[in-house]
Structures are given as structure tokens and as C-alpha cells.
């Protein structure tokens, strides 16, 4: 089972179970985290890339993509398109698997809060302020910034750093992103991060679940591949 397909399902469903986890704890009515707010889930969001990243490591991926967003710029960037299918369609099923266990394990809370945008906000992302074209530029920028400062902990200027070191500055990275640039859209920055979640609040039977906004779907899709493009583009260019 360790193989780079296998971790970079096992690395995304962790990532997603403790992320969306993150946000389930701060949003569900009756949680000892309820209303712990925005540095709360932005902590838990840096904590769950570390543990995916390690978790991915461990199981066959030392890559650890989780993000096919990543997955595309380094395939741009190398030129190399090979990994992109195989990778993409697992970190995909991971997300799903992992938001799916975040609905199980807060179970008795879904019926306890009546909101049902608390509920779809816990699976997937959506603008403080709603509009397409500056959104979608919010995600392929906040993605393109995750892909330049993690590609730069890979640069000869970092050689001397210990391997083991990476998963936790990869959390300080997405981290700083949430916290400087999270705000205008929930920063996504991660199609398996969003779509997946969003495909499972879709098809789960979660009490008293409103709509899963799918008119707002494609933006958190579009704008990281879009921001992968563009990176790895210039990565190759640069290189």
C-alpha cells in the first residue's frame, strides 16, 4: 500500500478530516470550540497540511502534493504530465473521504444547528463579498503564492535545511496565506479541498442541510489551476 498514489489519497483525506474538522469544531452549535473564530481555523488548517504532508510521506508520496494545483505546476514546471491523472484523482477521492469523516464524527451536531451555511461553510469556501472575476483572481493569486514559497523550499538556498523540517514550514506557509490573504474567499487554494467537500455535502444526508452553492462551485476550482498555470509557467521559464 505505500506508493505515491496511495499517500497522496491517505495524506489528502487526513488533511481534509482535520481542516474541515477545524472548521466543524468553531461552526457546529454544541462544540467546546464553537465560535473560537478565524485564528482558531486557520491554526487548524496549517496543523491538518502538516499532518497530510507527513501522513502522504509516510505512505509511498515524498512528493506530498495534496493539491492538484500542485500537482499541475509541477508537471508544468518539469514537463513531466505522466503524474497528474493518477495523483489528482486520488487526492480527489481522498477529500472526499476525509469530509465524509468529519460528518460522522460530529454527527449528533448537524441536528443541533439550524444554520445551513454554517453547515455548508464547514465542507467548502465562499467570498465575504460575492463576485466572480475579483474572486477568481483572489484564489489564482493566494495559490500562486503557495506555489512560489513552497517551490522556494525546495531551491539551493534551502539545501542545508533537514528534510524534516519542510512539513512544518509548509504549515507556517499556508498559515501566513489564511491569516494575510484568507479573508476575501476562504483561500481554497486547493480543488480537492473545496470540490471534493462539496461533492460530499451534496450527496450526504446531513440534517437539516441547505444547498450546496454550486453556482459559486467552478471559482474555487478555476482560480488555483489557473494560479498553477501561471506559476509554473514562470517557474519553467525561471528555471
Same mark, same amino acid.
Given at each position: 500500500?505505500?506508493?505515491?498514489?496511495?499517500?497522496?489519497?491517505?495524506?489528502?483525506?487526513?488533511?481534509?478530516?482535520? /481542516?474541515?474538522?477545524?472548521?466543524?469544531?468553531?461552526?457546529? &452549535?454544541?462544540?467546546?470550540?464553537?465560535?473560537?473564530?478565524?485564528?482558531?481555523?486557520? #491554526?487548524?488548517?496549517?496543523?491538518?497540511?502538516?499532518?497530510?504532508?507527513?501522513?502522504?510521506?509516510?505512505?509511498?508520496?515524498?512528493? +506530498?502534493?495534496?493539491?492538484?494545483?500542485?500537482?499541475?505546476?509541477?508537471?508544468?514546471?518539469? /514537463?513531466?504530465?505522466?503524474?497528474?491523472?493518477?495523483?489528482?484523482?486520488?487526492?480527489?477521492?481522498?477529500?472526499?473521504?476525509? +469530509?465524509? !469523516?468529519?460528518?460522522?464524527?460530529?454527527?449528533?451536531?448537524? &441536528?443541533?444547528?439550524?444554520?445551513?451555511? #454554517?453547515?455548508?461553510?464547514?465542507?467548502?469556501?465562499?467570498?465575504?463579498?460575492?463576485?466572480? &472575476?475579483?474572486?477568481? @483572481?483572489?484564489? +489564482?493569486?493566494?495559490?500562486? $503564492?503557495? @506555489?512560489?514559497?513552497?517551490?522556494? !523550499?525546495?531551491?539551493?538556498?534551502?539545501?542545508?535545511?533537514? *528534510?524534516? !523540517?519542510?512539513?512544518? @514550514?509548509?504549515? $507556517?506557509?499556508?498559515?501566513?496565506?489564511?491569516?494575510?490573504?484568507?479573508?476575501?474567499?476562504?483561500?481554497?487554494?486547493?480543488?480537492? &479541498?473545496?470540490?471534493?467537500?462539496?461533492?460530499?455535502?451534496?450527496?450526504? *444526508?446531513?440534517?437539516?442541510?441547505?444547498?450546496?452553492?454550486?453556482?459559486?462551485?467552478?471559482?474555487?476550482?478555476?482560480? *488555483?489551476?489557473?494560479?498553477?498555470?501561471?506559476?509554473?509557467?514562470?517557474?519553467?521559464?525561471?528555471?
Amino acid at each position: 500500500m505505500h506508493t505515491p498514489v496511495f499517500g497522496e489519497f491517505l495524506g489528502t483525506a487526513v488533511l481534509v478530516f482535520l /481542516g474541515d474538522g477545524a472548521n466543524a469544531g468553531v461552526l457546529l &452549535r454544541g462544540s467546546k470550540a464553537e465560535g473560537a473564530g478565524w485564528i482558531a481555523i486557520t #491554526a487548524g488548517w496549517a496543523f491538518a497540511v502538516f499532518c497530510g504532508v507527513i501522513t502522504a510521506i509516510a505512505f509511498g508520496s515524498p512528493a +506530498a502534493h495534496l493539491n492538484p494545483a500542485i500537482t499541475l505546476s509541477v508537471a508544468i514546471e518539469t /514537463g513531466n504530465f505522466a503524474g497528474v491523472l493518477p495523483f489528482v484523482s486520488a487526492q480527489m477521492a481522498g477529500g472526499f473521504v476525509g +469530509a465524509t !469523516l468529519v460528518w460522522l464524527f460530529y454527527f449528533p451536531h448537524w &441536528r443541533v444547528t439550524p444554520e445551513p451555511s #454554517a453547515k455548508l461553510a464547514i465542507f467548502c469556501t465562499a467570498p465575504a463579498i460575492r463576485s466572480f &472575476r475579483w474572486n477568481l @483572481l483572489a484564489e +489564482a493569486l493566494a495559490t500562486s $503564492i503557495l @506555489l512560489l514559497t513552497t517551490h522556494a !523550499l525546495g531551491s539551493r538556498a534551502f539545501t542545508g535545511t533537514a *528534510p524534516a !523540517l519542510a512539513p512544518y @514550514l509548509v504549515g $507556517i506557509i499556508v498559515w501566513g496565506i489564511g491569516l494575510s490573504l484568507g479573508g476575501v474567499t476562504g483561500y481554497a487554494i486547493n480543488p480537492a &479541498r473545496d470540490l471534493s467537500p462539496r461533492i460530499a455535502h451534496t450527496i450526504l *444526508p446531513i440534517a437539516g442541510k441547505g444547498k450546496s452553492d454550486w453556482g459559486y462551485a467552478p471559482v474555487p476550482v478555476l482560480g *488555483p489551476l489557473l494560479g498553477a498555470v501561471a506559476t509554473g509557467v514562470f517557474l519553467r521559464m525561471a528555471g
